[in-house]
């Protein structure tokens, strides 16, 4: 993988991991339309520590007072808004860390395939659509329940499957549950900050038992920062524009996606 690949992929990386398309889909989808090698999963987990910093950086001033607000809550200090979403957080993480421990070696198998990609991409656009005419979206960050970190944290177990879309499966959750469309988004970058973390470390554990090719590196180098520079743009573009916006946008794009890709499959596309 050259130089410009490895942009290309952060690029990606940074757009997709936050808007509600699946970059897991398009990281597979990429080499498979452009006829590049699968740069691998070690690639992959690279790419994901980008927009982790991403992530970290553009909520700094929020993850330091949930930081300071987890002394609070270990006092039983709960009425705290700061230690009811941190332990919002918590407990919203466990569905999801659960589900990669379980179901890690499946989904990295059995289900990154195109049609797989197609079919998840289509029918999560539908749920959203459902979602956005059903939603009451009157509740924010300060008036969430724990039903409601809940029931996005569960959903977000879901986003293991590729061409859901963590923040979409997240998100549709959150309207579902009343909540408006920025708050969702919000509290799903929160929730998928330490899922992410988990799963980053996890790998680069592997990575450093294993070894990586020093031939290699610049690569991985250029693709971390390519995807944290485009992921701290895509977060901060997102969260704007669902201040004002639908994810009508967002449905049309996954539908469209998804049918194309279903018929390059079946057409017999590489």
């Not at 991991?17 to 889909?25: G, H, M, R, V």
């Not at 959903?155 to 963590?166: E, F, K, T």
């Amino acid at each position: 993988m050259d130089i410009l690949q490895a942009i290309i992929f952060g690029a990606v990386q940074g757009i997709t991991e936050f808007l509600p398309i699946s970059s897991t889909a398009h990281l597979i989808l990429l080499p498979w339309f452009m006829g590049w090698t699968d740069p691998g999963l070690s690639f992959d987990v690279a790419l994901h520590l980008g927009t982790l910093v991403a992530l970290l950086i553009y909520f700094r001033v929020e993850w330091l007072n949930l930081a300071r607000s987890t002394a609070r809550l270990l006092r039983g200090r709960v009425q705290d808004a700061d230690a009811r979403m941190a332990l919002f957080i918590i407990l919203g993480t466990i569905p999801g860390a659960l589900g990669g421990l379980l179901f890690e070696d499946v989904v990295e198998t059995t289900l990154r395939s195109p049609v797989v990609i197609s079919i998840t991409l289509i029918v999560l656009a539908l749920v959203l659509v459902i979602a956005e005419r059903r939603g009451r979206r009157e509740t924010d960050l300060n008036s969430m329940s724990l039903t409601d970190a809940l029931t996005v944290g569960f959903a977000q177990a879901i986003a293991l499957i590729p061409g859901v879309s963590r923040s979409g499966v997240t998100i549709t959750a959150g309207l579902f549950r009343g909540m408006t469309r920025e708050a969702a988004a919000r509290f799903s970058f929160f929730l998928s900050t330490p899922i992410i973390a988990g799963a980053v470390g996890k790998k680069l554990f592997d990575i450093a038992a294993e070894g990586l090719p020093a031939a290699e590196a610049p690569a991985f180098v250029v693709g971390i920062i390519s995807a944290g520079v485009v992921g701290y743009a895509s977060i901060a573009f997102l969260l704007r524009y669902l201040a004002t916006h639908d994810t009508f946008a967002f449905i049309y794009y996954r539908i469209g996606l998804g049918i194309v890709v279903y018929l390059a499959f079946w057409s017999g596309f590489r």
